[in-house]
């Protein structure tokens, strides 16, 4: 597969991004195991429902960023700006990221979990987990590719910003007694983790355009 040259996770944020992959999957696997088979709240979800509760008019405005169609068409957006500034990965990324985390929290965790509300299977959230993911892309693009002086205040103001955006679809659908708290909680640490590790494979996997070994001059050898 041949892309860019610029990668997705460059050699300042590699070790950190990935030292975040483990204690993500640590905590989806522990609050998996606390709620597993369960098929009401707990009492810290319980509590939840109360301190969280909202009425259905004011739920609507705040559950717009897990709405389908509002992420379908942010992935939109970010694929389109990606292809435009020729950043292949970045949009591979952006489509992968979403799908992976859904697809294999649908298919494989929440049956696995088996933890259920009203009858649907809800641990960990699907919509909090594309949610999630989507703003992961966002967050790591920007880490990745914020100047060298601004890097840290880059990545912290997007990321805060991410947080933020998730807090708010989180409070909503938790008022609303769509999700557990502890659904929202798996979502949040799965969706970063997969995000990463899709980046990190796609990086692995990339022949970059221009790379020395690939390249040959017209006289057939390898250039230099």
Not at 158 to 171: C, I, N
């Amino acid at each position: 597969m041949v892309l860019e040259r610029r990668r997705l996770l460059p050699a300042h944020l590699l070790r950190p991004a990935l030292a975040l992959v483990v204690p993500c999957l640590i905590v989806v696997g522990a609050l998996g195991a606390e709620v597993a088979g369960n098929t009401d709240a707990g009492p810290v979800d319980q509590a939840a429902f109360e301190v969280f509760w909202l009425r259905r008019d004011i739920v609507t405005p705040l559950a717009v960023s897990t709405n389908p169609a509002v992420m379908i068409t942010v992935i939109t957006l970010v694929v389109g700006i990606a292809l435009w500034h020729r950043r292949p990965r970045v949009a591979l990324l952006a489509v992968l990221g979403p799908v992976v985390a859904a697809g294999v929290n649908t298919w494989v965790l929440k049956p696995f979990f088996d933890r259920t509300h009203d009858g649907y299977l809800a641990y960990p959230s699907g919509h909090t987990t594309t949610l999630v993911s989507i703003l992961a892309v966002i967050t790591l693009v920007v880490a990745a590719n914020a100047a060298p002086g601004r890097r840290v205040g880059a990545t912290l103001g997007v990321g805060a910003t991410a947080l933020g955006l998730v807090a708010v679809g989180a409070w909503a659908i938790i008022g609303a007694r769509y999700h557990y708290l502890s659904d929202t909680l798996g979502s949040l640490f799965w969706g970063v983790a997969v995000v990463i590790v899709i980046a990190a494979a796609i990086d692995a996997v990339a022949k970059p355009v221009g790379d020395p070994r690939t390249v040959r001059s017209a006289s057939g050898n390898t250039a230099r």
